[in-house]
């Protein structure tokens, strides 16, 4: 199997705790030992948020707030790179065909964000296209898809499998509220749906739930079909 995973940076690395980090280091090296190749692609979180609010407040614009938060989604990336050791790509790729030649070389890619206006969902979307991945897992701080943005609405409707299409339209209308809080953002929704990628979107929260989906298929989550 191969399989892409996208890791919120809050989720990998709550207030930068190491053991976080190496907690899902020890899930994908278990996977490997499996015969799973894996990439992974990991978020700014809240570290990127607290640097771009500062950043807006001093005056900088939308394109240098962008890559701010892709500065710090490749730092993050780098502490799993270092909890990884060999097993991964020394440095997070920058372009997908170098993530495509450390599939084939038999290391582990670990990105960060690439291009202003496109988030790590996104490139996680386009990593699991580029390189054919079975399966691509978001393992995020909510536990799966919804009928609506359940912080807003508590009679949200959470969904155990749902078609690429119904999740397009989903995403397009959380995000159309102001400060809602999507499980995947839009353009990572339209390139699941273009590539019919099998799709996860889970609590990542315990790493063992990510070596779980993967290994075994059991999850909690949403499981969004081509």
Do not use: C, W
Not at 33 to 60: C, H, N, P, Q, S
């Amino acid at each position: 199997m191969r399989a892409v995973v996208s890791v919120g940076g809050s989720v990998l690395a709550p207030g930068l705790d190491s053991g976080r980090v190496a907690a899902y280091a020890d899930a994908i090296e278990s996977l490997l030992d499996e015969g799973v190749e894996l990439g992974v692609v990991v978020g700014g979180g809240g570290v990127a948020r607290d640097y771009i609010r500062t950043a807006r407040e001093l005056g900088a614009n939308e394109m240098a707030l962008d890559q701010l938060g892709i500065g710090v989604t490749r730092l993050n990336a780098r502490l799993l790179v270092a909890a990884l050791g060999e097993q991964a790509a020394p440095t997070p790729p920058e372009a997908y065909e170098d993530a495509a030649v450390a599939f084939r070389r038999g290391d582990v890619p670990v990105m960060g964000g690439m291009i202003p206006g496109q988030t790590t969902d996104a490139v996680s979307a386009a990593l699991a296209e580029t390189v054919g991945a079975d399966l691509l897992v978001f393992a995020t701080s909510v536990d799966g898809v919804y009928s609506a943005d359940p912080s807003e609405n508590p009679d949200a409707k959470k969904y155990d499998e749902i078609a690429t299409g119904e999740l397009v339209d989903i995403i397009g209308d959380i995000e159309m509220t102001a400060g809602s809080n999507a499980p995947i953002d839009l353009l990572g929704a339209k390139i699941v749906q273009r590539s019919n990628t099998r799709t996860l979107v889970l609590d990542g929260e315990n790493p063992e739930s990510v070596y779980r989906a993967i290994a075994d298929g059991d999850h909690d989550g949403t499981e969004v079909v081509p």
